[in-house]
């Protein structure tokens, strides 16, 4: 039963010899190897020529018919499968090898005395089963020497290279990734492999390419070129750890993590702002630092200035940005709508979204400036309500009472201030020096504010006011002073003119006053005739 099988697989894995006559002398020559299956790992038949030297070691020459054959493979070879069968050649006795040594990467063939001996100058053909290649593709020889029996070195050589081939593709491989800066491209390598890590020459598809961030650009390679594809990808995410995944073929292979990092400044985002905001009311905002692929830029510590347009805005730079993002407190005291902040840093900037700014709490009146008046004509005042800013209270809708130096203003109380403002007009009746009028709220609060220091001067002449006369003798001279006076009865003090004089009896002397002198004349008249 052994036999049978031994008989089955020797016939298999045949081992023939074949002789032939050559003028060649020396070492063995012309030997070659061939695996028939040389994909790196296989197992394989490998097919040996050689020619033996025609004077072998000076003494035997060929090989003997129980001589033997050592066949030395390079480390890497795995050579205990191995197996031969009997060798029979053309024109003489079948005869074969009674056993098969395996040392090391030596195989030792030795013939069983059964066959021929086999001549000088002779090619031998030597066919091995179940050698496992190298697993490294790269080019290789073999040794060969033949013995007799008893170990003596007849002839040597070594084979010209033959070549182990990449298996079939088994995975793809990367170069190494650094880490890389968002949104600016770098170089990939990418290499088809079989199991043992030979690249695949024969590999000419493409792949396609994705990563952790879903942002890499391309998202497949042009045709690899003898195994290998090198190209340029763009990923514009930044992403901790990321790896990219090639897929081509049927198989796949993912790269080394790295990270992908912001790129430089490109601009500043602001939260969104709440609206509306109170003048002098401090408020967060949020402000971030986005490259131009709109991540954030989270190694940017620098402060940044701020700005907006009512020009108020309290501080003006913020504090160091921490991980790409600053929040903190801002105040703007201008009452405004459509507000909106900007920070700016090394020509990088950003603005918020539109927001209003309310005013603050009533804190006084502003009265608009007053100009010189008449007294008793009536003339305008316009009041505003203000906050400690300076800004129009526009919720102001009560009144105020009115009061000046004279003390005779009128009206006393305002009407209802609309939108934080009241117009009116006020009458003074008494002609003042530097007056000023004060307005205080009338209910819910002290509020007050002053105008501007003006004059009241007297309306046009009205009458001539006489001061008192006591009794007076005919003929006599006596004094009489005589005062110009507005309806108000406020001196005129602009009348220079002079007067007539009359009297019941018809003879005051004289009958025309002096020139008034600051709306005052004063002077003597007689009178000649009694009178009661």
Known sequence: MNLNKKAIFLFGGLLIIIWSNFTLAGNL????????????????????????SDTGNGTDAGIP???????????????????????SFSGGTAGGFNSIGKSGNTITLERDSTGS?????????????????????????????????????IDTGTSSPFSISHAELDHLSFGTVSNQIAGTPFT???????????????????????????????????????????????????????????????????????DVLPGSIDRFQFSSISSPKTAGTAFNI???????????????????????????????????????????????????????????????SGQSNNFNVRAAALDHYLISNIS??????????????????????????????ISDLTGGVTPTTSGNFSGGL???????????????????RSSGGAQSGSSNGFNVSAGTL?????????????????????TAKDASNNTITSFTETANLSDETGTISPSVTGAFVNGVWSGTVTITETRS
Do not use: C, M
Not at 30 to 51: H, K, L, M, Q
Not at 226 to 235: F, K, L, Q, S
Not at 422 to 440: K, L, P, Q, R, Y
């Open 462 to 482: 009205d009458h001539f006011d006489f001061a008192a006369i006591s009794t007076q003798t005919a003929g006599a001279g006596f004094g009489i002073t005589i």
């Open 286 to 348: 949020t402000i971030t630092a986005y490259d131009a692929n709109n991540n954030i830029v989270t190694n940017f510590t620098d402060p940044v200035s701020l700005s907006d347009n009512t020009g108020t805005i309290q501080p003006t730079a913020t504090g160091s940005f921490s991980s790409g993002q600053w929040s903190g407190n801002v105040t703007i005291t201008k009452k405004q709508t459509d507000v909106r902040i900007t920070a700016t840093n090394n020509g990088s």
């Open 65 to 87: 018919e129980d001589g033997k054959i050592l066949l030395t493979f390079p480390v890497g070879f795995d050579i205990s499968p191995a197996e031969i069968a009997t060798l």
């Open 372 to 401: 010189n008046q008449t007294a008793g004509i009536p003339f305008t005042i316009t009041v505003r309500a203000q906050d400690i800013y300076n800004n129009t209270v526009d919720d102001f809708s009560g009144t105020v009472d």
């Open 422 to 440: 009241w117009s009116g007009d006020v009458t003074i009746n008494e002609a003042f020096t530097n007056n000023i009028i004060t307005v205080t």
């Open 29 to 52: 020559s012309s030997i070659t190897v061939n695996p028939r299956d040389p994909a790196a790992g296989e197992e394989s038949f490998y097919d040996f020529v050689f020619t033996t």
């Open 188 to 258: 990939l390598t990418i290499s088809a492999l079989d199991a043992y890590n030979n690249i695949v020459t024969s590999f000419t598809s493409s792949g396609t390419l994705s990563d952790r961030t879903g942002t890499i650009s391309p998202t497949s390679t042009n045709n690899f070129i003898a195994g290998e594809w090198t190209g340029n990808v763009t990923i514009s995410s930044t992403y901790n750890n990321n790896t990219i995944t090639v897929t081509a073929g049927g198989d796949a292979g993912t790269s080394n993590s790295f």
């Open 117 to 153: 001996a086999i001549s000088g100058n002779t090619q031998v053909t030597i066919t091995v089963a179940n050698i496992e290649n190298n697993q490294t593709a790269s080019n290789y020889t073999v040794s060969i020497e033949t013995q007799k029996n008893d170990g003596t070195t």
